[in-house]
């Protein structure tokens, strides 16, 4: 009871509040979602939101997979370092790591730097969405190895060899054996990175520019700069339902190709 009065009162009240100011103000109705629905502007930000938290669960999927598959490979000592690696983001302020890429990203920044110095031509990587996913991606990077390697921890490699030993190159027991019996924990940290992408502020508005705008910047601009609570409201609204929707409808497609998978 204490966990459910907690629950309701920082995330059910403040959820309400919100959905009942999207249909409220400054008139009951649908004028907001009316109006948001009606502006190309919002329905292409909107777009855009869900195009760069793909993109960031993508790259973050990548990056942690063999990440967590070494942490499971090595020694007690090794591990103890590895897990320290990505539990250490946790203690350093979002602001600052994203201040850092905005030093790495710059036009002449370290990596551009680096690039001049090899000979090649400078990349534009700040006030972009490569950007973005670049600064997103390191940040949420942390939420995707750690269901992954609950996961793979558990797996038996003694399974992978009972393959090999059965004829199976290293890469189709891989394929066939270990990567299987992975797959969930590469959906539930996709699932949770994906979530999170979807909401950042800070990152995108510090590394983006006008073409890398995500939905959170604009509902900010609607409630702090503008005072517009309906419509801020509105669009947090659509945003949480087109997230549901998007849940529901891949969840299924999800768990069939992980049975799939598992049957082959």
């Known amino acids: 009871m204490p966990a459910l009065v907690l629950l309701v009162a920082v995330l059910g009240y403040p959820l309400v ?3 009942m100011r999207s249909f409220a103000e400054p008139d ?26 793909a993109w960031v669960t993508l790259v973050c999927v990548i990056c942690a997979y063999p990440y967590a598959f070494v942490m499971t490979a090595v020694g007690p000592k090794v591990r103890l370092v590895l897990v320290l690696c990505v539990l250490v983001p946790f203690w350093v302020s979002g602001v600052v790591r994203t201040l850092s890429w905005v030093i790495l990203l710059q036009d002449s920044g ?19 969405q490569t950007g973005v996913v670049i600064g997103m991606a390191q940040v949420l ?43 969930p924990g590469v959906y539930a940290g996709a699932v949770i990175v994906f979530i999170l992408a979807l ?27 503008l005072l517009q609570w309906g419509r801020g409201g509105a669009m947090g609204v659509v945003l949480l339902v087109s997230t549901f929707i998007l849940l529901a409808l891949a969840a299924p497609l999800m768990r069939q190709r992980y049975k799939q998978a598992g049957s082959r």
């Open 17 to 19: 509040s919100v959905t």
């Open 141 to 183: 990077l942390p939420f995707m190895i750690l269901p992954l390697y609950s996961v793979m921890r558990g797996i038996d490699l003694r399974l992978v060899q009972a393959a090999r030993s059965l004829g199976a190159r290293p890469s189709k027991a891989f394929f066939s054996v270990y990567l299987p019996l992975s797959l």
């Open 110 to 128: 370290v990596i551009n730097t680096m690039l001049r110095g090899a000979g090649l031509s400078p990349v534009r990587l700040i006030r972009t």
């Open 28 to 53: 009951w109705g649908l004028q907001n979602y009316t109006w948001f629905f009606g502006t190309p502007v919002n329905l292409i930000v909107l777009q855009r939101t869900f195009a760069i938290s």
């Open 199 to 225: 909401g950042f502020y800070i990152t995108p508005a510090l590394l983006g520019g006008p073409r890398s705008t995500m939905l959170s910047t604009l509902v900010q601009n609607q409630v702090l700069s």
